[in-house]
């Protein structure tokens, strides 16, 4: 008996076909990397957090090419995001729905 191996398709998790669903997470500031003041929101007891506008997304994320303005200075914890691991992918659904590959 023959049986046939249907391939699955695995649809492939990379940031660029992602709508930055991470950059509207909150992102401590926690080491001097250099981000520009004018992206550093400081909250009352002195936290440092990225500055996130109306839409909720970081201030640093360009809003045409959805690409990191400070990319070489972002924070740690950006830095730290990995790609397709748990977090990301759970981003990925609860902003794009199931779709993960669009
Ligand atoms: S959510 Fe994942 S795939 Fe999307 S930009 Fe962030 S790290 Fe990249
Ligand atoms: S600093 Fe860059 S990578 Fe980090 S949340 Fe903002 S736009 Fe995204």
Same mark, same amino acid.
């Given at each position: 008996m023959n049986i046939e191996v249907n391939e699955l398709h695995t649809p492939e998790v990379t940031c660029a076909n #992602?709508? &930055? /669903? /991470? /950059?509207?997470l909150e992102v $401590?500031?926690?080491?001097?990397?250099?981000?520009?003041?004018?992206?550093i929101h400081v909250d009352r007891y002195g936290s440092e957090t990225m500055l996130r506008l109306d839409d909720g997304r /970081?201030? &640093?994320?360009?809003?045409?090419?959805? $690409? #990191?303005?400070?990319y070489e200075n972002r924070p740690w914890v950006c830095r730290e995001?990995? $790609?397709?691991?748990y977090e990301c992918i759970n981003e990925r659904n609860e902003k794009m729905g199931n779709a993960q590959t669009n």
């Open positions: #992602c709508q &930055a /669903c /991470c /950059c509207s $401590m500031i926690i080491s001097d990397t250099g981000v520009p003041e004018r992206h /970081c201030s &640093a994320l360009d809003r045409e090419t959805l $690409m #990191c303005t400070i995001f990995e $790609m397709a691991s």
